[in-house]
């Protein structure tokens, strides 16, 4: 009998609230006056508002406001609403929730206040008496040693789903609208005297966004606002926290694009914040212990994984937060991701990482090298992308510094700034190719005068089929025939021909030192799979750049030749690869590959046409492999047992065994590049030849098309 009265009695109260609607306000206006009564007979200063009964009598003024809207249309106001309106009870909670006054107040307001912007349906921030105390209760969060963390990032979160759902709303909660006119405020009634009260749905949209001259007059605090008290709950121990933050900034930022977008762009300080943010994360980043090998193989690390862990470690906290801004900038309508992105540029780039690119200690330079190379690799977004370009190539002597380093007395510095040439080269944008070696090829003046317009499918004289072995780079320093590679065999398809070019080469590689075939392993067609994803990719990201399909006329003008930074690095490091290291080697045969796979033509003449004729003193990247093959055959004539020792090597670096203390270590390792980078170019030129030139795989390009499984990488 007793658990029955209980039971009766606990309906009774959960139907307190669901009394008829005329009945509704008296029951809103006797939890609210139980509120006030509370401060009125209290003794007790110190008794947290846990153990009094005002968490109880603001959830149920709550659930009659939800009520009440539920049971009238969304044009009309009911009475409890205006009562509260009216009478200015968020004003006072708000008050309350400052002092403190019982201790926990605060908690309880932020609460009420989430629920009742995320509850309601009525547009309710753009009237006088919400958004004054909303505003009021922003300035309260994100405060140091808040113990409300929370609840507060719920509350600013429901504070920004508002602003979602009514875009003219953000100007009121940007801005300290009390310092403008009166006549551009919003009433919060109508008044008692109009027979025909404008519903509240009709008001909010008679408000007009917010003129910049309006905006400047009244700027964004430094440190107070919504967008601070986000970007500071981004910092919070707490991971929950620090997500919930982050997606209310998201929600703001992706607000359709119009004068919300133009607000947020140009009269607040969103783009400065979360720049500065980013800024701050760097700085913490120990730039000369840096592991650069962890960084660039760092994996994508997305924002939302902070959830998952309650601290990260600083290089964690920065790549989440870069991906955050990326995700950010993808999403944002266009000026505010230009904007976000300009900051980006100024903020980051140029204040922070810029000293230490320049910076003198190697350790610093390796480190922010290091980073730089991964967020290049990361980023997809853009707006970002585009400043990360323009931050490369028209910072002062910035760019040439970087390629300078790809030849740099420190291996790690060269194959670190080698990998940031690699990652620029897979990203798309234009400029990327057109600055650093388009520019420089577009004159041809690498060509001998006079023989520019050399027929493609032509035969050739047997004389002109050496001009090869008269490279300039060649033929001053190896007189002896003895040791030259092997004569080109003449083509059946003609000079120029696919064909042609695989077997040119291939056949740079003089027999006594292959060694592939030692292990049974395959010859270019197991490149060939490689080779094609590799055109793929760079065809893929080349589509929209309009590129020529034909040669430009060679320059009229005599003028030496100017390789680039890029090339000229590029090429010199080739003409020493066996005399590198292997890892070295390998990074830089991939920029070339990669290189060689673009489709512009003069990168397929320059980097890819053995039979080019040059002018004085150029090189091509060709002539540079015959000069590095004529070199070879002097330098093996001091090795004894080269087959076994090439072979010895070659299991060594597939793992097979493990025998690194012979001699000619590093020599060894450099044929063995050479005999894989001539294939993998041979496979890129079989597989770009025939789409560019519509040749068939088989009969019109004089080779079988491969078959068998792709060798998997070099070795």
């Known amino acids: 009998m007793e658990a029955f009265s209980k039971l009766t009695s606990m309906l009774l109260n959960a139907l307190e609230t669901r009394e008829p609607t005329a009945d509704l306000l008296d029951s809103f206006v006797d939890h609210w006056k139980s509120v006030t009564n509370y401060y009125i007979e209290t003794t007790d200063d110190n008794r947290p508002v846990g153990q009094t009964d005002i968490p109880w009598r603001l959830r149920q003024m709550l659930d009659i406001l939800v009520y009440e809207e539920k049971q009238q249309a969304v044009e009309d106001m009911g009475p409890c609403l205006e009562y509260l309106l009216q009478h200015k009870l968020l004003e006072t909670l708000s008050t309350l929730a400052k002092a403190q006054y019982p201790p926990g107040m605060l908690q309880q307001v932020l609460i009420f206040f989430s629920k009742l912007l995320s509850q309601m349906q009525k547009p309710l921030l753009q009237l006088l008496n919400v958004y004054r105390p909303v505003q009021k209760l922003i300035r309260l969060c994100a405060l140091p040693g808040s113990l409300t963390l929370k609840e507060e990032a719920h509350f600013l979160f429901a504070v920004c789903s508002a602003v979602r759902k009514d875009l003219l709303a953000l100007r009121y909660i940007l801005e300290p609208l009390d310092q403008q006119p009166a006549s551009s405020q919003p009433q919060l009634s109508p008044p008692a005297s109009d027979p025909n009260p404008t519903p509240l749905c009709t008001q909010s949209a ?67 914040l979360l720049a500065g943010k980013l800024q701050e994360l760097y700085v913490l980043l120990p730039a000369d212990t840096l592991d650069a090998a962890a960084l660039q193989s760092w994996p994508h690390t997305a924002w939302r994984a902070d959830s998952k ?58 480190g922010s090298t290091a980073v730089l190379c991964a967020v290049v690799r990361l980023l997809t977004s853009w707006p970002l992308l585009d400043q990360l370009v323009h931050f490369l190539l028209k910072t002062p002597s910035l760019m040439p510094l970087v390629l300078q380093r790809c030849d740099h007395i420190s291996d790690q510095i060269s194959m670190m700034s080698l ?60 007189s002896d025939t003895q040791l030259l590679p092997p004569p080109l065999p003449h083509p059946p398809a003609g000079l120029g021909s696919t064909a042609d070019i695989v077997n040119s080469f291939l056949c740079l590689v003089p027999v006594q030192v292959r060694s592939s075939q030692l292990l049974q392993e395959g010859g270019y067609e197991s490149y060939v799979h490689d080779a094609h994803t590799l055109v793929t990719q760079c065809q893929t990201l080349s589509l929209s750049w309009d590129w020529p399909q034909g040669l430009p006329c060679p320059s009229e003008e005599e003028a030496h030749f100017l390789e680039g930074p890029l090339l000229k690095v590029l090429l ?8 590198q290291p292997y890892e070295l080697n390998l990074q830089l045969t991939a920029v070339l590959s990669r290189l060689s796979a673009y489709s512009h033509p003069l990168l397929q003449e320059y980097l890819l046409d053995p039979y080019i004729p040059l002018s004085p003193c150029s090189r091509s990247l060709f002539s540079v492999l015959i000069r590095v093959m004529g070199e070879l055959m002097q330098r093996i004539q001091q090795i004894p047992d080269l087959p076994d020792r090439l072979l010895n090597t070659r299991r060594d670096l597939l793992g097979m065994s493990h025998n690194n203390g012979q001699e000619h270590l590093t020599l060894l390792k450099g044929i063995i590049v050479l005999e894989e980078f001539c294939k993998e170019l041979a496979a890129i030129a079989f597989v770009k030849l025939p789409m560019e030139k519509d040749l068939p795989g088989s009969p019109g390009s004089g080779l079988d098309p491969p078959h068998g499984d792709a060798f998997p990488d070099t070795p």
Not at 436 to 444: A, I, K, N, P
């Open 206 to 272: 008679e408000f007009s966004p917010v003129p910049s001259a309006a905006c400047q007059s009244s700027p964004v605090l430094p440190e107070s606002g919504l967008i601070w008290a986000l970007v500071q709950l981004t910092n919070s121990q707490r991971a929950s926290v620090r997500l919930k933050a982050s997606e209310s900034l998201l929600l703001l930022s992706s607000l359709p694009a119009g004068p919300s977008a133009d607000l947020l762009s140009a009269h607040s300080q969103l783009a400065e």
């Open 309 to 366: 862990s309650e601290c990260a470690d600083s290089l964690s906290s920065f790549f989440m937060w870069l991906d955050f801004l990326d995700q950010l900038t993808s999403e944002a309508p266009q000026v505010l991701a230009v904007k976000v992105a300009q900051c980006f540029h100024q903020v980051w780039l140029l204040s922070s990482l810029h000293p230490q690119l320049i910076h003198t200690c190697e350790q610093v330079i390796l």
């Open 572 to 579: 010199d490091r080739l003409g020493r690869v066996l005399e």
């Open 419 to 478: 990998c940031l040439v690699e990652e620029l080269l897979q990203k798309p944008h234009r400029d990327i190719l057109d600055v650093l070696v388009l520019s420089f090829l577009q004159s041809r003046s690498y060509l001998l005068a006079g023989q520019e317009e050399r027929p493609v499918e032509s035969s050739q004289s047997s004389e002109d089929s050496q001009d090869l072995e008269e490279d300039p780079f060649f033929s001053d320093s190896f």
